[in-house]
């Protein structure tokens, strides 16, 4: 069969629905994303904190995939999912198994969340405009340079801030996790 004979069937797609797939899964991930930060600040046991932390993370690294970021987005599943994610549950397992809940007033506590709430608005409200009306220069995307040898000399010499950046956040979520795994033992 041939598009001539046919002339419609030339511009069906050969999957239905196939040109909604790509905005689907960004949708997805931005609401994998907001669903992972409400779990994890929402929560009140952290080990659920931490998974809602997780659920995070891996939306992040869906949203830095559709940046054209492969790499960074490895590195978010590497760092925060697997190593900081980790940490911190290793540390909940060496804390005791039950606390005691510390009383909170009921006013104090939504005063905490309005001001939260207040917070939260106005930098969303200011990384939107600066999203939208920001003069952002555009990149020309060099997609040759995805080789390990340019990754690796990529991150001693440009990169090498980020890099350490990195191994110091990965030096702040073990001593977190050691200072909640200590201040959760009375008799050690």
């Given at each position: ?113 309005a001001a939260t709430l207040i917070v939260a608005g ?6 939107a405009r600066l999203g939208v009306c920001g003069d ?53």
């Open positions: 069969m041939s598009s001539l004979a046919f002339p419609l069937l030339a511009a069906v797609d050969p999957i239905p629905g196939s040109t909604y797939i790509i905005p689907a899964l960004f949708l997805f991930f931005v609401a994998t994303t907001i669903a992972g930060t409400l779990i994890a600040v929402a929560a009140r046991r952290i080990i659920r904190s931490v998974c809602g932390l997780a659920v995070c993370c891996l939306g992040l690294a869906g949203l830095y995939y559709f940046l054209n970021s492969p790499f960074l987005a490895l590195m978010e599943l590497l760092i925060y999912v697997g190593a900081v994610c980790v940490t911190i549950i290793f540390a909940v397992m060496l804390a005791e198994p039950e606390e005691p809940a510390r009383q909170v007033k009921r006013v104090t506590y939504w005063l905490a969340v106005a930098i969303f409200w200011s990384l952002w220069p555009t990149l020309a995307i060099n997609q040759s340079s995805g080789s390990v040898e340019t990754i690796g000399v990529k991150l001693l010499t440009q990169y090498s801030f980020a890099f350490e950046a990195i191994s110091l956040v990965l030096l702040v979520a073990i001593l977190g996790a050691l200072a909640i795994a200590r201040s959760g033992r009375h008799n050690a």
